[in-house]
């Protein structure tokens, strides 16, 4: 039958868009589907069409050609029309026409201030995907990630395409089965768990400060590798029962190498999860990423195989205290390993790391946290031993506003609307079904209208009651740094989720800060310690990057041990005190 090559360009069209459709409605991942869709029929338009393209030298090319441009421009059609179900959020034009954009944003490490910088735009919620959100409303976080809120996002299909058997509970998007992944983890970190890893953290922060001690003098340390050292070995140590000496070897395994150098092709992953498919199957691609897998692997192996000696988290994970019902398989366990180490060491790191680059900046929140140490672990006494945690407002703050500045998950994590919910209404938005959508903490954390005056600036007194904060010398509760009260005190500690937030929150949160509030006090206790001659401060923020978890840049620090750096801090009084928005006139010194 002779076809006309109207008639041909009609039936490619119309192929097209079915194709369009099937992808619409769908959403098929896996690359046997991609190739039937993508190849299958403009193959077979070809050979069938074939005399209507006659009068071109090449109908194959002529016909691939038109499938896929009348596929492209159906595709991008759509996505910008009022048709599409977000089409009433704003968002940049790219971003809503494809993920590939922030692949490619993202893979900088600067995602988390591009959304930034599309919220001071577009408002407290930006399009930037075709299918997804980002929010800067707190009225948003209960109903996204509270108990009734949305499950897991795609995100970690693609960050963890690898783990196509067992996934890590972070990953784990089915409700039921994260709920149940999770018992354990819960059971590990209740309070009365926690008593048992008290030993095993003070142990490596006692190694830490020797380790510290035997590098102080007049030259500089990077105090970022060394505390990435030490969060490393102890989560080492609570995953596996041992095994990593960094702090005593550094890293000479490369291991640290393998976990940071896979982020940022992770990061990409999750922003196109269907890449994930075929990353998974391609030699030599993320090799250091599943290099890093089996070597914790390999560690869970022989953890397993020594069984417990200490009561650490693999013990509770693996219910070597024995539990209720089916334990947990050890595929899961030594999968939940690798995640402790991933979601446990960079995140602390990145808190410890900034807490102290915010100290040195702030000579005001020095002294004070200083002061506060020094009353409640004078010289000779332990201060590993966390009984005073509780008492130490300043030392919460500081922890507090470092985290609220700098939080090591910059960007949030995703939750989606599944499909065939009908949709959900989150706030004051409602989520067509299939859409994805997270809270930016980076964004939220400095927002003027849940954390003001001077959202940017490291200002521990903003987490103290009007009275502590009086007795700094802030004397105006409503506004610390302007007496005509011009800018306001504002402080909506519902806007803090650097641990997230609901049922799928981080549950190593009470680890977390017994982690950091042990080892600051330890330091504050030991070290004097100041930026190295010459650091350019203004390049912290810009060394620090974002992949999902957040890395850091080189921290030069000169460390002494206290009473041993005479004259070290001379011209303290005059140096770093923190300016606030409006002025500070004198307030606190
Ligand atoms: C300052 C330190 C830390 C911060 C800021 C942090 C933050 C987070 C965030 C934002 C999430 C995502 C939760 C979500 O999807 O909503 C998370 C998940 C998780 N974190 Fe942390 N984390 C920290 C330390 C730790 C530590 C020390 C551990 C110990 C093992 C840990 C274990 C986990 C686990 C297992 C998950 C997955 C939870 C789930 O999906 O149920 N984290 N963390």
């Known amino acids: 039958m002779a076809t006309s090559l109207p008639d041909a360009i009609l039936a490619i069209l119309a192929a097209a868009l079915a194709c369009h459709l ?11 589907s991609h190739s039937a869709l993508l190849l299958m029929p403009p193959l077979a338009l070809s050979l069938l069409l074939r005399p209507a393209f006659s009068s071109t030298s090449h109908p194959f090319l002529a016909v691939f050609t038109l499938y896929y441009s009348f596929l492209l421009l159906s595709v991008v059609a759509y996505r910008l029309s009022p048709l599409h179900p977000l089409a009433r959020y704003p968002g940049p034009i790219p971003c809503r026409i494809s993920k590939f954009w922030m692949a490619w944003i993202s893979s900088d490490g600067k995602q988390h201030e591009y959304y930034t910088r599309l919220h ?20 948003a976080i209960d109903p996204l990630m509270g108990t009734n809120g949305l499950p897991k996002g795609p995100h970690w299909d693609g960050r963890m395409a690898e783990q196509t058997t067992v996934r890590a509970l972070i990953s784990i998007r089915d409700p039921h089965e994260h709920m149940r992944r999770r018992k354990p983890w819960n059971r590990a970190f209740r309070a009365a768990n926690m008593k048992d890893y008290e030993e095993i953290l003070a142990n490596r922060v006692h190694e830490f400060i020797s380790q510290l001690e035997r590098q102080s003098g007049p030259g500089h340390i990077n105090l970022t590798e060394w505390i990435s050292r030490f969060t490393f070995d102890f989560m080492s140590d609570m995953a596996f029962g041992g095994g990593s000496e960094m702090l005593r070897d550094g890293d000479k395994d490369n ?7 896979g982020l940022p092709l992770a990061l990409v992953l999750s922003h196109v999860p269907w890449l994930g498919k075929y990353y998974t199957s391609l030699p030599g691609i993320g090799e250091d990423l599943k290099k890093f897998r089996s070597y914790c692997q390999a560690r869970a192996l022989r953890r397993h195989a020594q069984g417990s000696r200490t009561k650490d988290l693999f013990h509770y994970l693996i219910g070597e205290e024995g539990v209720e019902g089916d334990p947990p398989t050890f595929a899961e366990v030594a999968s939940d390993g690798v995640l402790a180490i991933v979601a446990g060491s ?64 910059l960007s949030g994590s995703q939750r989606a609307v599944p499909k065939g919910t009908g949709g959900k209404q989150v706030g004051p938005y409602f989520l067509p079904e299939g859409t994805s959508a997270f809270v930016h903490f980076y964004s939220i954390h400095r927002d003027p209208r849940y954390f003001s005056p001077s959202p940017d600036a490291f ?6 009651s009007a009275e502590d904060r009086q007795a700094y010398g802030y004397s105006y509760p409503s506004s610390p740094s302007d007496k005509s009260n011009k800018v306001p005190f504002i402080h909506n ?10 049922p799928m929150n981080c549950v ?15 330091v504050m206790q030991k070290f004097d310690f100041r930026f190295a001659e010459g650091y350019d401060t203004g390049r912290w923020e810009r060394d620090l990057n974002d992949y999902f978890v957040s890395v850091r840049g080189e921290l030069p620090v000169v460390i002494s041990p206290r009473g041993q750096g ?14 606030l928005a409006g002025g500070d006139a004198g307030a606190g010194r």
Not at 22 to 32: G, L, M
Not at 255 to 261: I, K, N, Y
Not at 356 to 361: C, D, K, P, Q, R
Not at 493 to 502: N, T, W
Request: charged share 25%; proline share 7%; glycine share 6%.
């Open 22 to 32: 099937i992808f619409n409605r769908y959403e098929p991942v896996n690359p046997r």
């Open 120 to 139: 001071q735009k577009y408002g407290d919620v930006v399009r930037i995907g075709p299918n997804e959100l980002s929010m800067r409303d707190v009225n």
């Open 255 to 261: 291991t640290w190498h393998l976990l940071e150098s």
């Open 346 to 409: 960079d995140t602390t790191a990145t808190t410890l790391v900034c807490l102290f680059y915010s100290l040195m900046e702030n000579r005001t929140a020095f002294r004070r946290l200083r002061d506060e140490v020094d009353k409640y672990y004078p010289p000779g006494e332990d201060a590993s031993a966390t009984t005073h945690h509780a008492k130490m407002k300043y030392l919460r703050a500081v922890v507090d506003e470092a985290l609220r500045l700098y939080p090591p998950v």
């Open 459 to 464: 200002w521990p007194e903003r987490w103290l």
């Open 493 to 502: 500690p519902s806007a803090f989720i650097p641990f997230s937030y609901g």
């Open 508 to 522: 190593g949160k009470k680890l977390a800060l017994q982690e950091i509030r042990t080892l600051v006090c330890c």
């Open 566 to 579: 005479d004259g070290f801090w001379s011209g303290d009084a005059q140096r770093g005190h923190v300016s």
